[in-house]
């Protein structure tokens, strides 16, 4: 296949319009997109990290993200119980020791010793994840005591 730069553009425009909707996620739903930046918020307001590991050319990320996270419900419940962050697997900057098998993933991390404690691979329809984030919740509390 020869690459012309009508090709090229197409892709490019392609790959600025998934960065712009990721972006714009954030920014409606209040997550942070620094890992640098959410860690020093969760040290300081004593709350588990939540990541939501995405890349760009993911559906189920888009499917994950507008037919559970944006519920009001499951929003109010990150919001009170977890920093969220949304990175990039593939390009932003994050510990190593975090890096998930697969995406989406919600990774649920203890700020001081930034490790793991809870972890939801794939897409989960609403009722299933909501009572995932409660487990995550629960866990993440007793992983902070």
């Not at 119980?81 to 932003?92: G, H, Q, R, S």
């Not at 975090?98 to 995406?103: D, R, S």
């Given at each position: 296949m020869k690459v012309t730069?009508?090709?090229?553009?197409?892709?490019l425009l392609l790959s600025l319009s998934a960065w712009a909707a990721e972006d714009e996620f954030s920014t409606e739903f209040?997550?942070?997109?620094s890992y640098k930046e959410a860690h020093a918020?969760?040290?300081?307001?004593?709350?588990?990290?939540?990541?939501?590991?995405?890349?760009?050319?993911?559906p189920w990320c888009q499917k994950l993200k507008h037919q559970v996270l944006k519920k009001e419900e499951v929003n109010a419940l990150i919001h009170n119980a977890f920093i969220p962050v949304m990175l990039d697997k593939e390009t932003e900057e994050f510990p190593k020791s975090l890096m998930p098998f697969a995406?989406?993933?919600?990774?649920?991390?203890?700020?001081?010793e930034e490790k793991k404690v809870f972890?939801?691979?794939?897409y989960k329809p609403f009722d299933e994840a909501l009572g995932l984030l409660k487990q995550a919740k629960v866990k993440a509390k007793e992983e902070s005591l």
């Amino acid at each position: 296949m020869k690459v012309t730069p009508l090709f090229i553009s197409l892709f490019l425009l392609l790959s600025l319009s998934a960065w712009a909707a990721e972006d714009e996620f954030s920014t409606e739903f209040g997550y942070l997109s620094s890992y640098k930046e959410a860690h020093a918020k969760a040290l300081e307001t004593k709350k588990p990290l939540m990541i939501l590991f995405v890349t760009t050319s993911c559906p189920w990320c888009q499917k994950l993200k507008h037919q559970v996270l944006k519920k009001e419900e499951v929003n109010a419940l990150i919001h009170n119980a977890f920093i969220p962050v949304m990175l990039d697997k593939e390009t932003e900057e994050f510990p190593k020791s975090l890096m998930p098998f697969a995406v989406p993933t919600l990774t649920f991390v203890e700020p001081k010793e930034e490790k793991k404690v809870f972890q939801i691979i794939g897409y989960k329809p609403f009722d299933e994840a909501l009572g995932l984030l409660k487990q995550a919740k629960v866990k993440a509390k007793e992983e902070s005591l």
